[in-house]
């Protein structure tokens, strides 16, 4: 299915989009490349702006036990979908997207509280989406384990950010309040899996869908149709 979105005047300039995920989660990565994909379809003079979410899907106890990413995975999905053919359907789908699962070399679940807090000191330089999408592609493409500082913040340096934000990483504990809120406020809102996608405030698109679906969401959040559309939603900033 072919959506287009039609073009802007001054419409509208600016779309916030909250996207709420964890670097644990396939379906995550797959949904920010095909948001990233889905951005591309805009036309017009129209400024995006998003905003990084985070929501741990592994909860602490299971921090303290480690399990692999396999019995994880396999907790996540339907009844009669097999681990296998998971993984199969992931780097099926990735691969259209250019993306690159290696299932194979993931070992233990790591935490991602670090991963998310690393994210949360970014935004201040603007580069949260840049070390959002590194982190996935380290722990999905290389296995590496993102629940290590010294790992994270060489992820952090190779997606450009100061030293002196991979120094307060390395040596404070900022971030942890931001984490522990958003995830309150989220339970609020009634998150209970990841991703979901909030175009606008008011678009809200949630669990895995495809790039049309998201062109789609896009050009709503854009083209308001009705008085009753254009007003305002609560959103989970």
Not at 154 to 173: H, M, N, P, V, W
Request: proline letters at 5%.
């Amino acid at each position: 299915m072919n959506i287009l979105i039609r073009p802007l005047n001054d419409v509208r300039r600016t779309l916030d989009i909250d996207l709420v995920a964890d670097f644990t989660c396939p379906w995550s990565w797959l949904g920010m490349a095909q948001l990233t994909r889905a951005l591309g379809s805009l036309s017009g003079d129209v400024e995006t702006r998003l905003r990084w979410h985070p929501f741990r899907m592994a909860s602490k106890a299971a921090n303290l036990n480690p399990r692999s990413f396999h019995e994880y995975l396999a907790e996540r999905l339907p009844a009669g979908i097999s681990v296998p053919f998971a993984e199969k359907s992931l780097t099926e789908a990735g691969r259209e997207l250019g993306l690159e699962f290696h299932f194979e070399k993931l070992g233990a679940l790591p935490s991602t509280s670090e991963a998310h807090r690393l994210v949360q000191l970014a935004v201040d330089e603007g580069r949260h989406a840049n070390v959002a999408a590194a982190i996935f592609r380290a722990y999905f493409e290389r296995g590496a384990n993102i629940g290590e500082l010294t790992v994270l913040e060489g992820i952090g340096r190779e997606a450009g950010l100061s030293e002196k934000t991979l120094q307060a990483f390395r040596d404070t504990r900022e971030g942890d309040a931001a984490l522990v809120g958003s995830e309150e406020r989220l339970r609020g809102f009634g998150v209970r899996n990841v991703p979901n996608l909030l175009f606008g405030g008011r678009v809200l698109v949630p669990g895995t869908v495809n790039v049309a679906t998201y062109v789609h969401a896009l050009d709503q959040a854009l083209f308001p149709v009705s008085e009753e559309e254009t007003q305002e939603k609560p959103t989970l900033h």
